[in-house]
């Protein structure tokens, strides 16, 4: 005879839905919780990112938490949103794992994100475990990378009327930076005119005003090439008339190279391979490299004969030239991408600023490599926004 065992599995499933229960909302629980640590660390990651950002910027660690303060209130940590619990400014290197407050200029944030006491996380089925709540914090530390950055600046004499310009935007590009600049940050420029490119300023560490502070007052007198020469060599001393004290091309600038009458003309790709020596001899890998190179004018060669050779060039800077002294504007332009590819390959991130209307816009979006990007304008005025522009695109490394 066999028996009903209706009632023995009700009392078994009386016993156990309790047990399924809680386990169910265990499950759904756990999944919530982990949803918002997620939640949480994504909003001290950008937090952190965008306050370095506006530190960088501005150099006001009062509006860096203000930034920090609206990207997180405006952010979902579960259903409402967390609450900046600490932000702290202050020195990172690599390697480190937390930031130095006692840094006289801060290159790093460290943000932490929290939901806790009255803000805590509120569960739902968890409170037959009684458990109303849970508390959440994540913190992030975002550093300035190491930046090694070299400024190619045409200097030939098409440039004379507006080279001021230039000037002042490499002097806003330095400011921009030594004002967050971290311990290994350098800056160093490199000057072309024709086949040669002179080393003006060697890489130099401008987190440090003694350092810097010459690179400033160097970079203030920068103007186009020096005429005041022998145009044409020890064999020939003397310039042209155009040349003489008081004509449209005579520039007295002992602190520049000089410039020669019968060698004119513009040669990108020699400032380029002289600018990707200098950043190559940091011997750095870890560093972000960039290249940033202006100029007003298009590849182009206006020559009489070669008379300046290498022992010609008396000039207390480290200078390197082009030994084929005639070649074509397409000739010119090959070195140029030769040059961006090399600077590709070595992780070199190039950035192209064009002024004037001569046509060179196109060529110079070629020579852009990595994080960089063409500029182009008619306006000498907006040569210096440019740079500061570049300036802030420098990368944030998050570290934490």
Request: charged share 25%; hydrophobic share 40%.
């Given at each position: 005879m066999?028996r009903?065992?209706?009632g023995?599995?009700s009392m078994v499933?009386g016993?156990?839905?309790?047990?399924?229960?809680?386990?169910?909302a265990l499950?759904?629980d756990?999944s919530?919780?982990?949803?918002a640590k997620s939640?949480?660390q994504d909003?001290?990651?950008?937090?952190?990112?965008a306050?370095?950002?506006?530190l960088r910027?501005?150099?006001s660690t009062?509006?860096?938490?203000?930034?920090?303060?609206?990207?997180v209130?405006?952010n979902?940590v579960g259903?409402g949103?967390?609450?900046?619990?600490?932000?702290?400014?202050?020195?990172w290197?690599r390697?480190d794992?937390?930031?130095?407050e006692s840094?006289?200029?801060?290159?790093?944030?460290?943000?932490?994100?929290s939901?806790e006491?009255?803000?805590?996380l509120?569960?739902?089925?968890?409170k037959?475990?009684?458990?109303?709540?849970?508390?959440?914090?994540s913190?992030a530390v975002?550093?300035a990378r190491?930046l090694?950055?070299?400024l190619?600046?045409d200097?030939?004499?098409?440039?004379?009327?507006?080279?001021?310009?230039?000037?002042?935007?490499a002097v806003?590009?330095?400011?921009?930076?030594h004002?967050?600049?971290?311990e290994?940050?350098?800056?160093?420029?490199?000057?072309f005119?024709?086949r040669?490119a002179?080393?003006?300023?060697?890489?130099t560490e401008?987190?440090?005003?003694v350092?810097?502070d010459?690179?400033?007052?160097?970079?203030?007198?920068l103007t186009?090439?020096?005429?005041?020469?022998?145009w044409?060599?020890?064999s020939?001393?003397g310039r042209?008339?155009?040349a003489?004290?008081g004509s449209?091309?005579h520039n007295?600038?002992?602190?520049?190279?000089?410039?020669w009458?019968d060698?004119?003309?513009?040669?990108h790709?020699?400032?380029?391979k002289?600018?990707?020596?200098?950043?190559?001899?940091?011997d750095?890998?870890?560093?972000?490299?960039?290249m940033?190179?202006l100029?007003?004018?298009q590849?182009?060669?206006?020559s009489?004969?070669?008379s300046r050779r290498?022992s010609?060039l008396?000039?207390?800077?480290?200078h390197t030239?082009?030994?084929?002294?005639?070649?074509s504007?397409?000739?010119?332009?090959t070195?140029a991408?030769?040059e961006a590819?090399r600077?590709?390959a070595?992780?070199i991130?190039t950035?192209t600023?064009s002024?004037?209307?001569?046509?060179?816009?196109e060529?110079?979006?070629?020579?852009?490599?990595?994080?960089?990007?063409a500029y182009?304008?008619t306006?000498?005025?907006?040569i210096?926004?440019?740079?500061?522009e570049?300036?802030?695109?420098m990368?944030m490394?998050l570290?934490k």
């Amino acid at each position: 005879m066999r028996r009903n065992r209706r009632g023995n599995y009700s009392m078994v499933m009386g016993v156990m839905l309790p047990v399924f229960i809680g386990f169910a909302a265990l499950s759904t629980d756990t999944s919530w919780m982990e949803m918002a640590k997620s939640q949480t660390q994504d909003v001290a990651d950008s937090a952190a990112h965008a306050a370095l950002v506006e530190l960088r910027r501005t150099g006001s660690t009062s509006r860096a938490t203000a930034v920090a303060k609206y990207l997180v209130e405006r952010n979902a940590v579960g259903e409402g949103h967390g609450d900046l619990a600490d932000i702290r400014f202050g020195g990172w290197r690599r390697g480190d794992t937390s930031i130095d407050e006692s840094a006289p200029r801060p290159n790093a944030t460290e943000v932490t994100i929290s939901r806790e006491d009255d803000n805590a996380l509120p569960l739902y089925f968890a409170k037959i475990w009684n458990r109303d709540d849970v508390e959440l914090r994540s913190s992030a530390v975002s550093a300035a990378r190491s930046l090694h950055v070299v400024l190619v600046m045409d200097i030939t004499g098409s440039f004379r009327f507006d080279i001021h310009y230039a000037r002042d935007g490499a002097v806003a590009f330095a400011e921009v930076l030594h004002d967050t600049a971290g311990e290994d940050d350098r800056l160093g420029m490199v000057t072309f005119f024709y086949r040669y490119a002179h080393v003006w300023t060697e890489m130099t560490e401008i987190h440090d005003t003694v350092r810097y502070d010459p690179l400033y007052d160097q970079w203030k007198d920068l103007t186009w090439c020096n005429s005041d020469v022998d145009w044409f060599g020890p064999s020939w001393p003397g310039r042209p008339w155009s040349a003489w004290p008081g004509s449209g091309w005579h520039n007295t600038a002992p602190q520049m190279p000089g410039c020669w009458g019968d060698e004119g003309g513009t040669d990108h790709g020699i400032g380029m391979k002289q600018g990707i020596d200098l950043l190559l001899e940091q011997d750095d890998p870890f560093a972000y490299r960039a290249m940033i190179v202006l100029t007003d004018g298009q590849p182009s060669a206006f020559s009489g004969f070669a008379s300046r050779r290498p022992s010609d060039l008396e000039e207390p800077w480290r200078h390197t030239f082009n030994a084929k002294y005639s070649r074509s504007t397409n000739d010119m332009k090959t070195d140029a991408y030769v040059e961006a590819n090399r600077a590709e390959a070595n992780d070199i991130n190039t950035w192209t600023i064009s002024y004037g209307g001569y046509g060179q816009a196109e060529f110079m979006k070629r020579l852009v490599t990595g994080d960089g990007a063409a500029y182009t304008t008619t306006n000498a005025a907006d040569i210096e926004p440019i740079f500061v522009e570049i300036a802030t695109q420098m990368p944030m490394l998050l570290v934490k």
